[in-house]
């Protein structure tokens, strides 16, 4: 049976995985934490994908049926745990952070808050193989359009190998997928393979576009049953085509990918 979860759970699960009593400073010990350089681009990339989930749940609260005063309560506690990733604190030992900004006085209220949440946006929860699953699927693919160039048309090739690379990044080091900022890099994917489908390559004339085309578009079905969203549609570029929508809407914070058909309710 599917594991489920939301943005508060995540956010909240997080902050409790980093709340380690460390003397270290806070970029030190996250860089560490995230097995990134500090200050690098991946590790602004992770500080932004925290601050942006944080952005997120306030969104989401928006929608939840909550008295007022309990959503402002809960919108103040989101923004002290976003304070544990500003400037000031990334510089101050990061025990400061832990026990200002993640203490269960901040954290508590905000995971609390996970039931309600799920009744708005809820997606699977990915086990250990199946992220591994996952990884793999994006591995296999990106090594397959190294050896594979386009001429005119290269620039979706690379697309594609960007989309990929920042999608993988974002699942083994935040692990964060059916919401916000990962589900951007599935979109520019999706949106590379579309780009390409426009075009209609004819195998004769056009064999590697074909082929990529192809390629990619096994690999996103295939990554869809991971992510546990049924594939009922026989047309594997209508299907694409309404996963590419769906995420659009949970960027714009419509709903979650449960906007495409799934096996199963949270």
Same mark, same amino acid.
């Given at each position: 049976?599917?594991?489920?979860?939301? &943005?508060?759970?995540?956010?909240?699960?997080? *902050?409790?995985?980093?709340?380690? #009593?460390?003397?270290?400073?806070?970029?030190?010990?996250?860089? +560490?934490? %995230?097995?990134?350089?500090?200050?690098?681009? #991946?590790?602004? $990339?992770?500080?932004?994908?925290?601050?942006?989930?944080?952005?997120?749940?306030?969104?989401? =609260?928006?929608?939840?049926?909550?008295?007022?005063?309990?959503?402002?309560? /809960?919108?103040?506690?989101?923004?002290?745990? +976003?304070?544990? %990733?500003?400037?000031?604190?990334?510089?101050? &030992?990061?025990?400061? /952070?832990?026990?200002?900004?993640?203490?269960?006085?901040? @954290?508590?209220? @905000?995971?609390?808050?996970?039931?309600?949440?799920?009744?708005?946006? *809820?997606?699977?929860?990915?086990?250990?193989?199946?992220?591994? $699953?996952?990884?793999? +699927?994006?591995?296999?693919?990106?090594?397959?359009?190294?050896?594979? #160039?386009?001429?005119? +048309?290269?620039?979706?090739? $690379?697309?594609? =190998?960007?989309?990929?690379?920042?999608?993988? %990044?974002?699942?083994?080091?935040?692990?964060?997928?059916?919401?916000?900022?990962? @589900?951007?890099?599935?979109?520019?994917?999706?949106? /590379?393979?579309?780009?390409?489908?426009?075009?209609?390559?004819?195998?004769?004339?056009?064999?590697?576009?074909? /082929?990529?085309?192809?390629?990619?578009?096994?690999?996103?079905?295939?990554?869809?049953?991971?992510?546990?969203?049924?594939?009922?549609?026989?047309?594997?570029?209508? %299907? @694409?085509?309404?996963?590419?929508? !769906? !995420?659009?809407?949970?960027?714009?914070?419509? #709903?979650?990918?449960?906007?495409? &058909?799934?096996?199963?309710? *949270?």
């Amino acid at each position: 049976m599917a594991t489920f979860t939301d &943005p508060a759970r995540e956010l909240t699960d997080l *902050c409790m995985a980093l709340s380690d #009593q460390s003397n270290e400073r806070g970029d030190a010990y996250l860089a +560490q934490r %995230f097995e990134v350089s500090v200050w690098s681009t #991946q590790f602004f $990339q992770i500080i932004f994908a925290v601050r942006a989930k944080a952005d997120d749940l306030k969104s989401v =609260l928006a929608q939840v049926e909550l008295d007022a005063d309990h959503t402002s309560e /809960a919108v103040e506690h989101i923004n002290q745990i +976003q304070r544990a %990733f500003s400037p000031e604190a990334l510089q101050s &030992p990061w025990n400061h /952070a832990v026990n200002k900004f993640l203490n269960p006085q901040h @954290v508590n209220p @905000v995971k609390f808050l996970s039931s309600s949440v799920r009744r708005v946006v *809820c997606y699977p929860k990915l086990n250990d193989a199946e992220i591994k $699953q996952l990884k793999e +699927q994006l591995d296999e693919l990106a090594a397959w359009l190294m050896e594979h #160039q386009l001429q005119e +048309q290269d620039f979706i090739r $690379q697309a594609l =190998l960007e989309g990929i690379g920042q999608l993988r %990044f974002r699942v083994e080091r935040i692990g964060w997928l059916g919401w916000g900022y990962t @589900v951007n890099s599935l979109r520019d994917v999706i949106g /590379a393979y579309l780009m390409l489908h426009h075009l209609k390559p004819d195998p004769g004339i056009a064999p590697v576009a074909s /082929a990529i085309l192809k390629k990619t578009a096994a690999t996103m079905v295939a990554l869809m049953g991971i992510l546990q969203i049924a594939k009922e549609t026989v047309d594997t570029a209508d %299907f @694409v085509l309404k996963a590419y929508r !769906a !995420a659009t809407l949970t960027i714009e914070g419509h #709903q979650g990918l449960s906007g495409l &058909p799934t096996s199963a309710t *949270c």
